[in-house]
């Protein structure tokens, strides 16, 4: 990989990010919204991005 960093859009507000080298599988969060999205695809410095359930605890309040 000639870039030191990448680039992808957030599938839920659509901010354009950039990140150092990540890996596929890695999560990262979204600087706009706060979403947790994780790494689908790296293709030529590109990164598809996912949004992550994140499942919170019930406490039973």
């Known amino acids: 990989m000639s870039s030191a960093t990448l680039t992808g859009a957030c599938p839920e507000c659509e ?6 080298p990540v890996v596929q599988g890695e999560t990262l969060s979204c600087p706009e919204c706060m979403l947790t999205l994780r790494v689908e695809d790296i293709a030529d ?6 949004m992550v359930e994140v499942q919170l605890r019930d406490w039973g309040q």
Do not use: K, Q
Not at 15 to 20: I, S, Y
């Open 15 to 20: 901010t354009e990010l950039t990140v150092p």
């Open 45 to 50: 410095g590109l990164l598809t991005l996912e």
